[in-house]
């Protein structure tokens, strides 16, 4: 709440290491897959950060700051992208199948990405997670958009990076393709109140997805048609805060503003 953020051992909870980089909340901070001690963060303080874990002084880690960047608006979520074991030609994008899937899943060499999403901005920011350095954003209107109205709210990599899902401010989930950054589908039709909190996540064969929705309940739609293929309805009180898949044991979990903690399995 007050703009720092802790490092904890995930055995004993113990504190490990913290910092105050922020001024404001602290909405999202995530690990790079690859490189462990690096962390992205985003605030309401408009920035975004780069942390690293780096031994101290004292023998114990301490989170060394590496850039923040201002945005100008709030930053809403950050997610980090591997790169890819090889990168898809576009005549081999245009080929993916409708409903996505994730064979050959892996990560190539180099360091991740790590995608900014801010509100109002109309595009992803992008950052090398390795230099701090930026690097080209990733623009999200389509033909038909009015860039200024598009604000990316929440990201969700698919288990194979392949795709990324990207929930709008308002009714609209975009899925998009990793290797060109086109469009695989525009979802709509998701019911949310105003200001509400996005929420999403995939299947574990990306071929569905998961976004939080208005009256506390979860909708779960198909990525090949855009159609919705399922509620998730009366299990919590309050609306849907978060929700993750365990893609392993296919398992999807929720927490709500209600307080509670939810776990369901999911259908193949």
Not at 115 to 143: F, K, N, Q, T, Y
Request: net charge neutral.
């Amino acid at each position: 709440m007050d703009g720092s953020v802790t490092v904890l051992d995930a055995d004993s909870g113990a504190v490990l290491a913290g910092s105050r980089p922020h001024t404001k909340y602290v909405v999202r901070a995530c690990f790079d897959p690859l490189a462990g001690g690096v962390i992205a963060t985003a605030s309401f303080d408009q920035s975004c950060c780069l942390l690293r874990l780096v031994a101290g002084a004292a023998g114990g880690l301490e989170l060394q700051l590496m850039r923040q960047v201002q945005y100008g608006a709030a930053v809403q979520d950050v997610a980090f992208l591997p790169p890819p074991r090889s990168a898809l030609a576009p005549a081999a994008a245009a080929a993916t199948p409708a409903g996505g899937g994730c064979s050959g899943a892996g990560e190539g060499e180099g360091a991740s990405r790590v995608l900014v999403a801010v509100r109002e901005a109309g595009c992803l920011w992008s950052l090398d997670a390795g230099s701090g350095e930026d690097l080209p954003h990733i623009p999200l209107h389509g033909r038909d958009d009015d860039h200024l109205k598009i604000s990316p709210m929440r990201l969700a990599l698919s288990p194979c990076g392949r795709y990324l899902l990207v929930a709008l401010d308002g009714p609209r989930l975009l899925v998009l393709r990793t290797a060109d950054w086109s469009r695989l589908r525009a979802i709509y039709g998701l019911n949310v109140p105003q200001y509400h909190n996005h929420a999403v996540a995939w299947h574990h064969d990306a071929a569905y997805v998961y976004a939080s929705a208005e009256n506390a309940s979860v909708h779960v739609y198909h990525v090949g048609t855009g159609k919705l293929a399922a509620r998730l309805e009366g299990r919590h009180r309050v609306n849907v805060r978060d929700l993750n898949v365990d893609w392993g044991r296919n398992l999807l979990a929720t927490c709500s503003f209600d307080k509670s903690v939810k776990v369901f399995g999911c259908q193949q």
